[in-house]
């Protein structure tokens, strides 16, 4: 029996029991590190969520059902369900309907019951929980007939997948273009500009889907046929920042102009934690993990800012950034050393070879901000007043992961 067959029948049983009893709570679904929540109330699903990237889902089913739906700032609310809790305001402020709500509900919970069957085990456990009896939350459940559809799509959506071979590739995974040069010869020129535009590193492939208006099979087959041909890879992807997140930071940062910044650091640590960072600031980052191979990814994408580590395989920090200094491009973009090492030696040859400035991994969001402000945007200099609030809103720490 496959793994898709045997997540189906445990998950299908597991609603019938909850939907059987009418309770209400949370029923935690989790494999590995991955771990799904789904919300009943008097044994309707009240909501969906979890997995690898509960935010891009919710804006996705969103942008589907309601594309022109603007929600404003003072709507967001922190904490567990903001989704859900966001929907209803919208209602209640005639931005959406009800039956468009619940579209985008069924829509959630549809790819949230695709990710949980296309697991191979599987471990639950149920949380009692109370919830709201508003008229507008019983509205919006979704009844035993509505959550045995939900499955039932989902099953035949991993069944149809399975059947063609393409089980291996997760939805959620990030296709890039491996090798640009060959897809355009490959691809007539207005083609490969769609493509091109599209596989940019920042759509999953659940993104580009709806982006198509196709199936998941059609797109998941033509990326297949690409990878197959070298064409592209597939990469893993960071959530987006819940709203309540996106937009708890300080006016002044917001305002700020978008401006690409690279990070060229063998560990992919680094690189996910200044997306983390600087990503909510409205900067957009590229994450070169081969310095040699990079390069020219690095002259195509024109970076405004060059975070650079010191020591990476068979390449050092130093011999990259003297390179980049002799290089009309580069010649006079800010480039800063972010290394675990910190000894004046250090920070002096990076002086020595071209570097604006130099920071330890262990620096805290505030001073990586404030590095990139200084050379970027030096008009939007980060006052003190930013910095409690980026305090507040990032609590991490480039943790010295590598070098």
Not at 333 to 348: A, C, G, H, K, M
């Amino acid at each position: 029996m496959s793994a898709p067959t045997i997540g189906y029948i445990k998950l299908a049983n597991t609603l019938s029991i909850v939907s059987q009893k009418q309770v209400t709570g949370k029923l935690s679904v989790a494999h590995g590190n991955q771990e799904w929540q789904l919300y009943f109330l008097f044994g309707h699903l009240l909501y969906a969520s979890g997995g690898l990237h509960p935010t891009r889902r919710w804006y996705r089913a969103v942008k589907k059902h309601c594309p022109d739906f603007k929600f404003e700032v003072d709507q967001l609310t922190n904490g567990q369900l903001w989704e859900y809790k966001l929907l209803q305001t919208a209602i209640s402020d005639n931005q959406i309907t009800l039956s468009q709500a619940k579209a985008i509900l069924r829509t959630i919970a549809e790819e949230v019951f695709f990710a949980i069957i296309s697991q191979p085990g599987l471990t639950r456990r149920w949380h009692p929980q109370k919830h709201s009896t508003s008229q507008t939350t019983l509205s919006l459940l979704l009844s035993r007939r509505e959550i045995k559809e939900a499955l039932a799509s989902a099953k035949i959506l991993s069944k149809s997948l399975q059947d063609e071979g393409l089980w291996h590739i997760n939805p959620d995974l990030v296709p890039t273009i491996k090798n640009r040069n060959k897809l355009l010869n490959k691809e007539k020129s207005e083609s490969f500009l769609k493509i091109d535009k599209l596989l940019n590193g920042k759509r999953t492939i659940w993104d580009i889907t709806l982006e198509m208006k196709m199936s998941l099979e059609v797109i998941t087959r033509s990326l297949y046929s690409f990878e197959k041909l070298g064409l592209i890879d597939f990469i893993k992807a960071e959530d987006w920042l819940p709203p309540s997140e996106k937009f708890n930071l300080p006016a002044i940062e917001k305002s700020i102009d978008q401006a690409k910044i690279a990070c060229i650091d063998d560990s992919y640590s680094t690189g996910f934690l200044l997306d983390k960072i600087l990503k909510p600031l409205g900067y957009e980052i590229l994450h070169i993990q081969n310095p040699i191979k990079g390069l020219a990814l690095l002259e195509e994408y024109k970076p405004d800012f060059i975070f650079l580590d010191l020591i990476m395989p068979k390449v050092s920090g130093y011999t990259i950034c003297e390179f980049l200094r002799k290089t009309t491009t580069f010649k006079s973009i800010p480039i800063v050393f972010l290394s675990t090492q910190d000894s004046i030696i250090d920070r002096t040859r990076a002086r020595i070879v071209g570097a604006n400035d130099y920071l330890c991994k262990c620096s805290c969001p505030e001073k990586i901000v404030e590095v990139v402000e200084k050379y970027v945007n030096p008009k939007y200099s980060t006052n003190e007043e930013s910095k409690t609030t980026l305090q507040q809103t990032y609590n991490l720490t480039l943790m010295p992961v590598g070098s």
